[in-house]
């Protein structure tokens, strides 16, 4: 098949090519950042650069595509993330229905089932776009958080020997291993077609307290503490490191709300009856220390 890769050389995105080239399929990677370009190739892919905000290059991009992977790349320092997140979203579902291509793997997300609803109010489900589309065949990947968002902790865990978010250390937090991601997606694009599929994927689930022994003990740090910290000294703390107020609140505080409120928790007790994930969070936290060790 011929498959257009949005999301550059992102975590899962960086997994998924080489599975792809190496299944004989011709694909090409969107990417803004022209820099990335040797990168792709070396991957044996084709790449192409510009921005998925502009629905001709999109248009450009999917054009004689078999299949597309679909994600909204992360954009957080953008005065209106929820703009963002719409325009990009309907950009692709428009393009996949001009273009008339039948297969997409759609990189959705936890909390896209309880989108509109407190305190998710302002978040988006891209499904509801590509599920409008009539004779479409796609997969919608809902992963937990990935593993690899614990990475923008590691000065934290150096400097202040200290993990956390705004819940407690008590709460079951639901992972994914982004390399597990990139394996169901592989999947999705050499199974057969079958209209509308959801697939959950949990590598592990881990609370607050677990996470900070494991990773602790991974980095030489057996003393390490999740600490809960305060909706409002998160969100000063993120607006600090670049995020706009929009997303900060939106994407990062409401959300950790649902998972502190076990809204989150309960909706995958409900629903994972299909679920994917094999890499547990002790071999991920392996992966973390070569990172910490090598990290400033």
């Known amino acids: 098949m011929k498959i257009t890769v949005t999301g550059s050389l992102g975590n899962i995105s960086r997994a998924l090519i080489p599975q792809l080239t190496a299944n004989g399929h011709e694909v ?10 040797v990168e792709i190739e070396k991957l044996k892919a084709i790449p192409l650069i510009g921005s998925v905000e502009d629905i001709d290059f999109v248009e450009s991009a999917f054009s004689e595509s078999d299949a597309v992977y679909l994600m909204i790349p992360p954009n957080f320092s953008t005065p209106d993330y929820k703009a963002f997140t719409i325009n990009v979203g309907k950009n692709y579902a428009a393009v996949v229905k001009q273009t008339g291509i039948e297969r997409v793997v759609n990189l959705s997300s936890s909390g896209s089932a309880l989108a509109g609803k407190a305190p998710l109010t302002h978040y988006q489900n891209m499904e509801v776009w590509l599920d409008e589309l009539a004779g479409l065949h796609v997969t919608h990947l809902r992963p937990g958080g990935f593993y690899s968002n614990f990475y923008g902790a590691i000065g934290m865990i150096k400097h202040q020997g200290i993990i956390g978010n705004n819940f407690g250390d008590d709460v079951e937090m639901i992972m994914s291993h982004p390399a597990d991601i990139a394996d169901a997606a592989f999947e999705a694009f050499n199974s057969p077609l079958k209209g509308k599929q959801i697939r959950y994927i949990v590598s592990d689930r881990k609370s607050g307290k677990e996470v900070a022994e494991i990773l602790g003990a991974a980095v030489g ?5 999740w600490i809960q910290f305060p909706d409002e000294q998160l969100l000063n703390a993120l607006i600090q490191n670049g995020f706009s107020q929009d ?18 928790g309960n909706h995958y007790k409900q629903n994972t009856h299909d679920v994917y994930g094999k890499r547990g969070f002790a071999e991920f936290a392996t992966e973390f220390a070569q990172v910490y060790q090598f990290s400033n």
């Open 28 to 37: 090409k990677v969107i990417s803004s950042d022209p820099g990335k370009a």
């Open 221 to 225: 740090k057996p003393e390490l503490k």
């Open 247 to 264: 997303a900060a609140q939106h994407y990062i505080v409401d959300m950790g709300i649902a998972i502190r409120e076990g809204i989150l």
